[in-house]
């Protein structure tokens, strides 16, 4: 169907320490019979505590909550339910965020003033497996990001974990947080090095930011 529609109750977990905003999002989906608000949390942990009990077919993921940033919030969403959707809902546009929550394989974004019949129609294809943003978002950071990493030659993952370890996590930290052993995540830190010219973990993470990647 044009409007996305699933044929089946769409079930929204809502992940934001903003109270008002989980019943925001109830009373815009309010007179959509397919779509129905099941949980809400106010902190990261907390939602993916509940998206594993819930099993929601999308998480609206705010992308700064106060417990861990969306980046560090998305893939442990994923872990905890393997088939949900996750969508980034935001009231600003901070760029460096956003893409490294795309990058850590969020489904999409849509800003916080989208309008009912708008939020509907993106719950649904977010559910039928589209990839949904908010067209204000378009050739934005992320593109300008996967371009960077194309000309650098890095690799998705080896990013995240330069990422990661921009942050001052140690490697068994990075193999926790992103589901690799602690020998892969040395390979790929290793690799990264390599592609950016440097000689060690803090040169990296200079270069990266120099790159503009962090």
Do not use: W
């Amino acid at each position: 169907m044009a409007d996305g529609s699933t044929g089946r109750t769409v079930r929204v977990l809502v992940v934001d320490d903003h109270p008002v905003v989980c019943d925001g999002v109830s009373a815009l989906i309010r007179r959509a019979e397919d779509v129905s608000v099941v949980g809400s949390a106010r902190t990261a942990r907390e939602g993916v505590a509940l998206a594993a009990t819930l099993r929601p077919d999308v998480v609206l993921l705010d992308l700064r909550l106060p417990d861990l940033p969306g980046s560090r919030t998305v893939p442990l969403l994923r872990a905890a339910a393997p088939d949900a959707r996750v969508v980034l809902f935001t009231a600003f546009e901070d760029r460096n965020a956003l893409s490294a929550a795309l990058a850590a394989g969020a489904h999409g974004c849509l800003l916080k003033d989208v309008t009912d019949t708008d939020l509907v129609a993106q719950l649904r294809l977010a559910a039928a497996g589209q990839r949904v943003l908010d067209p204000r978002l378009n050739g934005s950071a992320p593109a300008q990001l996967q371009a960077r990493l194309f000309r650098l030659s890095l690799s998705r993952r080896e990013y995240e974990v330069i990422r990661s370890a921009a942050t001052g996590r140690t490697n068994p930290e990075i193999a926790e947080e992103l589901g690799l052993t602690r020998n892969t995540v040395k390979t790929y830190l290793q690799t990264a090095m390599q592609k950016l010219g440097a000689r060690n973990r803090v040169e990296a993470i200079r270069r990266a930011q120099q790159e503009q990647l962090l």
